[in-house]
DNA sequence: CATGAATGAGACTTCATTCAT
DNA sequence: TATGAATGAAGTCTCATTCAT
């Protein structure tokens, strides 16, 4: 008879916690709804975590570890800086297809949210920047990318468009097809590289 | 001797409401530090609000009115989309140089704390969003820009750089120098606009 | 032109205060609603009027003392106790008729609500049971009413009859017929005096 | 050794409320009173209960449906209309003797402040002067009492007269004397019954 | 007399966190 | 591990009252 995993509640509790934060907000929400949620005990909540704020930054640390990975993987993979943006904007439209609560909570409660918490996280935010920005001035050195644009700009713009697509996404009142999150992937890199003009 | 009129201490209310959000965040400061930052009886902050999120309201909705008015501008002076959008971008740019703190304030708790706020103010915001890309159509009919990017897209792509280029500064440690201020009018709209190809 | 007379204002904010106090309640209204219902600047309000309280303490002085009196009077007027007892309970009831929002406000917020402000008219509306008592008294002296039963308890049983047949009226949702007003006067008297029993 | 049963807390905070709210009255204390007085820590009155109002809803309809009880019972184990008047009369007085303080809350706080409560109790307190108004329908159908009077006019004399002596006897300065108890049970049935005339 | 802005103490309620079992 | 009762600090909002004009 297989006893449940002694760590298994603990993801249960980070599970509620993201459909519990992705629809009330984290200021919003109680401990108490995240215990509910997880259909666990009120003080289990505080077994597994110190305080409301480590549940949010253990989801955020979690996806956001992942998220450098796969920046790192697409750096090493891909050989054009256009692959490579590719790559990231699909691994994170992917991300979105699969959990978009998860990603809701990622990017509206943290992300968004970096006066108050993001502030412990901005250094981890800005890694992601930093790997982008790396990828565009190879891009500039090897006479792919223009050099007018300071790459640290660039990255702003690239991960400025997704963010707001997600959160356009994020904010829709109805389920966004599955062939508009692919297309986006596309699009999102074709903008960025080559710009509205004709 | 002009007697104090009689509505100036709700400005002075105001004003004060900016400094204490920018510092403090909205959900963290308390009606009482805002009312000790304007010098004011704690009960008068709620002879002129009915609550702490009322006055958050109403910077807002009187800021977002100058920056639905200026894209209006920007749209009936300005010649060419390329212009229109450089217009945009400078104001913005502008207003942020003339306030920093109240930028901070619109763009951190209300257009990016999309999930509590920006709900209520979702309506107002897109009608920003809508301009640009009434904008950026009309750029496409005219054969300037690209018809490949969906124009709501494309407004997604322009607010979204300008929003984290903004972001970027606020959460910067040091000043932005004025250099830097002006300079990024013009690198936001090439960017959008040329991409980052070469 | 005949300037309106100065104390004119403290009647229509006595009057103001009563609608208020029979609409609201007197611990649930504000002093503010009291202004606004008369029309009168805030502050007129504490003008005439040291506090709230003492308003309603005016109102209930105004009308106990009438009260008073009328009993008075229908104890030298009348000839027999039982025509004595219908004095008073037709003043009553006439009370009611005339100003039912005046008589709710006595009833429920200073009679009934003994606790609070009772307690400060506890004196004055005593006085009342003991004329009541008085009369009953003497009725006993003279033979008309029976001797087992203690003045002050048949005050009681009379003063309650009545106040349980007006909080009846206060509390019913409809209008009471004019009628029903009028047979209440003899019922009362004609309840207590000859009871239940065929 | 019998662990304290959970909800036994509950009970001393309601037991606590009926002294608090019959010493300072319900509008006039603060929930701390409550809690203080309760030994019990601020939060708990909120574990329990979700507003003051509604500790004294609890204890309401906790003693009322006692009272309806017992008038049912009356009704149903007396013989004569007289007798079940007399069950009902000795149980609100042995009611008040048991615990005067609680009966103080029952009918100054709720019964007489029905405007703001009792509003919502107001059907339930009808309940009681329903079944007391049927008992005397019945004993004019059997003869027993004279039918002038309408049953709903004489339920209200029965416990108009009743609510007036607790009243009296809550806002006495001494304590009411045994034999005082004893004899009111009575004295209430015969004034009701007998009338005050010879 | 009249106005209504200004004051600030006070009360309710919430909820993160602790703790005894 | 698991439970949920218990704690109490903190914050919002109300509103009687004052006061300058």
């Known amino acids: ?3 449940t995993a002694p760590a298994e509640k603990r993801r249960v509790i980070l599970d509620a916690a993201v459909r519990v934060f992705a629809r009330q907000g984290f200021h919003t929400c ?3 709804d ?3 949620e997880a259909q666990v005990a009120y003080g289990l909540v505080y077994h597994y975590f110190s305080s409301k704020e480590e549940i949010l930054d253990t989801l955020f640390l979690e ?5 450098l990975e796969a920046i790192s993987e697409a750096d090493a993979q891909q050989r054009s800086p256009r692959e490579k943006l590719y790559a990231i904007a699909a691994f994170i439209v992917e991300s979105y297809r699969h959990d978009p609560e998860l990603m809701k909570v990622i990017i509206v409660e943290v ?3 970096a006066n108050t918490f993001g502030r412990t996280h901005l250094a981890k935010i800005r890694e992601a920047y930093d790997q982008i920005a790396e990828i565009v001035r190879r891009g500039q050195a090897e006479g792919v990318f223009r050099d007018e644009i300071d ?3 660039a990255a702003l713009a690239f991960y400025g468009l997704i963010e707001q697509v997600l959160t356009a996404w ?3 009142a109805e389920l966004v097809a599955e062939e508009e999150l692919d297309r986006a992937k596309t699009l999102i890199v074709d903008t960025i590289c080559r710009g509205l003009d004709r």
């Open 1 to 3: 008879m297989a006893a």
């Open 63 to 67: 996806r956001w570890d992942l998220m």
């Open 30 to 32: 109680r401990v108490a």
């Open 34 to 36: 995240i215990a509910d």
């Open 170 to 172: 994020i904010f829709d």
């Open 151 to 153: 790459p640290a700009f």
């Open 111 to 113: 992300t968004r949210a």
